[in-house]
C-alpha cells in the first residue's frame, strides 16, 4: 500500500512559471516531511522539509505548504528553471522509526526554455 | 553536510554470480542504514533496515538470504546480491543517518545490471 501518494507523475513548465506538486498521506503518526531532488543516475537530495506544527516554510524558491487537517503538502518552485529539471519525490516519516522513509511515486519535472 | 558514499556507482554482472554493494558514512557514525530500490521512472522502495551490530529487519517480500545485509561496524552497511538474476537489475540506494529523520542523507545509488 502506497502510504504517501504523489501528482502529477510529469509536469512541464515553462521557464520563469511556477511548478507544484502534490502529495497526501494517510498515516497522522508521520511528523516529518521531507523533498527531495534526484537527478538521473544520482541518490536523492534533500531539498526543503516541514513538520506538521507549521502550515509553509520557504527556502529560496522552494516552499513547502502544508495542511494537517487535509493531510496534504505541496511543493511549489518559483521562478522555475531549466536546472531544476529532475524527479522530485516526496517523503513522510515518523519519529519512532527514525531515519525510515515513505516515498511518494516521484514526479518528473521539465522545465522548457 | 554529512556524507554517504555508495561503492561501486555501477556495475554488470553475469547472471548468477554475487554482487556486493557497500554503504559508508563517511563523517559521522550510523547505528541504521537503510537499503532502497528503485525502478526506472519509480519511487524508492525500502528494502531493509541495517542496524550495527545486529541482523538487519527486512521488509515484507523481501528475500534475506538473496540480498545479504552486514552491519559490521557504525561507518560501513553492505549488501549483497547473491547469485543474480535478470531481474535484480535495479538502482540500488542506501541511506545513513544519526538520531532523527532530519539526519538522513542518501548515497549517490548503484546501477546493477545482471546480463
Known amino acids: 500500500q502506497q502510504q504517501v501518494k504523489q501528482s502529477p507523475q510529469s509536469l512541464i513548465v515553462q521557464k520563469g512559471g511556477i511548478s507544484i506538486i502534490n502529495c497526501a498521506y494517510e498515516?497522522?503518526?508521520?511528523?516529518?516531511f521531507p523533498w527531495y531532488q534526484q537527478f538521473p543516475g544520482k541518490g536523492p537530495a534533500l531539498l526543503i522539509a516541514?513538520?506538521?506544527?507549521?502550515s509553509e516554510k520557504k527556502e529560496g524558491r522552494f516552499t513547502i505548504s502544508f495542511n494537517k487537517s487535509a493531510k496534504q503538502f505541496s511543493l511549489h518552485i518559483m521562478d522555475s528553471q531549466p536546472g531544476d529539471s529532475a524527479t522530485y519525490f516526496c517523503?513522510?516519516?515518523?519519529?519512532?522509526?527514525?531515519?525510515?522513509?515513505?516515498f511518494g511515486t516521484g514526479t518528473s519535472l521539465t522545465v522548457i526554455p | 553536510g554529512a556524507v554517504v558514499s555508495q561503492h561501486p556507482s555501477r556495475v554488470i554482472c553475469k547472471s548468477g554470480t554475487s554482487v556486493k554493494i557497500e554503504c559508508r558514512s563517511l563523517?559521522?557514525?550510523?547505528?541504521?542504514m537503510f537499503w532502497y530500490r528503485q525502478f526506472p521512472k519509480q519511487s524508492l522502495m525500502l528494502m531493509a533496515t541495517?542496524?550495527?551490530?545486529?541482523?538487519?529487519?527486512?521488509e515484507q517480500g523481501v528475500e534475506k538470504d538473496k540480498f545479504l545485509i552486514n552491519h559490521a561496524s557504525l561507518t560501513l552497511s553492505t549488501l549483497t546480491v547473491t547469485s543474480a538474476h535478470p531481474e535484480d537489475s535495479s538502482f540500488y540506494i542506501c541511506?545513513?543517518?544519526?538520531?532523527?529523520?532530519?539526519?538522513?542523507?542518501f548515497g549517490q545509488g548503484t546501477r546493477l545490471t545482471v546480463v
Open positions: 563523517d559521522f557514525q550510523a547505528t541504521t
Open positions: 498515516n497522522t503518526a508521520f511528523d516529518y
Open positions: 517523503a513522510a516519516s515518523h519519529s519512532s522509526t527514525g531515519n525510515q522513509f515513505y
Open positions: 541495517s542496524n550495527e551490530g545486529s541482523k538487519a529487519t527486512y
Open positions: 516541514i513538520r506538521p506544527d507549521v
Open positions: 541511506s545513513a543517518g544519526g538520531q532523527g529523520p532530519t539526519e538522513a542523507f
